[in-house]
């Protein structure tokens, strides 16, 4: 297979120049098949993609994102949100061998995402938050810390708390609580001792009951959540100063592994076949013709094999899945080396029943198309559901929801929001059968755009299939990104925002 086709339609002019020429010499023959060995190596010729399995091992950090409204204050330009964001952003681009898991509070907390070791997704999140809709002023830790303990089974999670330090006086209780349940807490301050005003959008300064203009500042009094717990205090710190913590800090709170593909190089063929014959234009072994003979031979070969198989694949593949001979057209969906050809074979080995095997080859996709990783995602919470793995299955829906709404995946979330793992779900939706991947075939001829060459690292991915559906539950809150400037719901900024009228003086 060729990773990078569109360099093939290099050869057009290079055949079309060739023709035109009315006796090309031996020089000139040799020189053209010189250059289609080059445009042939840029299109990256492989074969035999293997799957590699990596051990990994890492620490649990959870990122804790202070949106109160001082948060907005330009001490720290352009304002210390925004500061945070791209801190946020440089570590987690970093490719630490750590999950990430992140939390927004002001007076409330909540989840934005689940631990996880996928950046697109994390980044995907924190820069999508509207801080227009945050009306909390106030800000308490306590909530936040809580919660954190809640992401995590890891005997001692590090918890990076990116705050300005909020407005209370003491934090005796939000420390005591910390070291009590063996939180490590680092606070990343995002303030200065000098403070900022806070402008509203009317362009006025925002005043207390007292109609004092607020100045918010550095408030070292959170430190103590940090020395209680031998976290840091980094008071506007670099992206390295944030590495060399973590990496202080290291310990093993998960082990696992990484799917590596690797494929089989042949773009060293075309260049050794390139030097061949631009060595035959400018000596006298040009002159010998079974040199040509080989030589042409040996490029019909490596052309022509690969391709010729993929397409004779391709198609029983597709008569098998008309036919519902599922497990079969899944065996030739593999002999095909590409991602949608992979995407096909899950789907058929889920429509044989056999979800296990399925859901190891979703796991084994790598694209960097948001709409196809959310589609893997709700894929392997499908294989989850059916599995009966249902805390698994809610982690990759949320992540799904994150990158892309949709609506079954939303329901599917509601109906398996309390059930346990291995618990039974109710009759009626045991009988109902899988949507998305089960109702058409359309799957077959969708192909997403796909990037990523050889030893491309994959991660858990999921679909836009379907599983059972239909539970009315109480809130918790998930990611709607039902527009292009995708955003918080408005059920997670009524969360957030939950103890805002209870707020007379929050500074």
């Given at each position: ?205 925002l005043k207390d ?56 190089e042949l773009f ?65 969906f593999l002999h ?172």
């Amino acid at each position: 297979m060729l990773l990078f086709p569109q360099w093939l339609w290099l050869l057009a002019p290079l055949i079309y120049m060739y023709i035109k020429r009315r006796k090309p010499s031996q020089y000139d023959t040799y020189m053209y098949l010189a250059m289609s060995m080059i445009i042939l190596a840029l299109s990256r010729p492989v074969y035999a993609p293997q799957r590699i399995e990596m051990p990994t091992e890492g620490s649990d950090v959870i990122i804790a994102l202070d949106l109160s409204y001082s948060m907005q204050a330009q001490d720290i330009q352009p304002n210390r949100l925004t500061v945070a964001q791209r801190l946020f952003e440089e570590l987690v681009n970093h490719n630490l061998n750590h999950r990430f898991g992140v939390l927004a509070f002001t007076t409330n907390a909540i989840i934005l995402s689940p631990l996880t070791r996928d950046s697109e997704l994390l980044l995907n999140l924190v820069h999508r938050i509207d801080r227009r809709m945050i009306v909390s002023k106030g800000t308490s830790l306590l909530p936040a810390l809580k919660l954190a303990r809640k992401m995590s089974h890891a005997p001692r999670p590090k918890v990076l708390l990116f705050t300005d330090g909020g407005d209370a006086a003491s934090y005796t209780k939000a420390a005591a609580y910390a070291r009590e349940n063996r939180l490590q807490v680092s606070i990343v301050m995002l303030a200065t001792p000098l403070g900022a005003t806070l402008p509203q959008d009317d362009g006025r300064l925002l005043k207390d009951a007292s109609q004092h203009i607020v100045v918010s500042s550095e408030n070292r009094a959170v430190e103590a959540i940090s020395r209680a717990t031998g976290g840091a205090y980094l008071v506007r710190p670099n992206v390295d100063a944030l590495i060399t913590l973590l990496q202080s800090q290291h310990q093993e709170d998960y082990k696992g592994t990484t799917t590596l593909i690797r494929y089989g190089e042949l773009f060293y063929f075309c260049i050794a076949l390139a030097l061949l014959f631009f060595m035959l234009a400018h000596t006298v072994l040009g002159s010998r013709l079974h040199a040509k003979i080989i030589t042409i031979l040996l490029l019909l070969g490596i052309n022509t094999h690969a391709g010729v198989l993929e397409v004779y694949h391709l198609y029983r593949a597709k008569q098998a899945y008309a036919r519902e001979q599922y497990l079969q057209a899944a065996e030739h969906f593999l002999h095909v080396n590409s991602n949608m050809a992979r995407y096909n074979a899950a789907i058929s080995r889920y429509r044989s029943g056999d979800y296990e095997e399925a859901l190891a080859l979703f796991e084994s996709i790598q694209s960097e198309s948001v709409d196809f990783k959310a589609k893997l995602y709700y894929n392997i919470a499908v294989c989850y559901i059916r599995l009966k793995a249902f805390a698994q299955a809610r982690e990759n829906l949320v992540k799904s929801l994150t990158l892309k709404f949709d609506i079954q995946a939303y329901e599917n979330w509601r109906h398996i929001y309390s059930a346990s793992d291995r618990e039974a779900l109710p009759q009626q939706q045991q009988q109902k059968k899988a949507h998305d991947i089960s109702k058409n075939t359309a799957l077959l001829q969708q192909k997403p755009k796909e990037q990523g060459g050889s030893n491309m690292k994959v991660t858990t991915s999921a679909s836009s299939g379907g599983a059972e559906r239909k539970i009315q539950t109480e809130s918790e809150s998930v990611l709607s990104f039902a527009t292009n400037r995708a955003k918080l719901s408005s059920k997670q900024y009524e969360l957030i925002n939950e103890r805002s009228v209870h707020e007379t003086t929050p500074w």
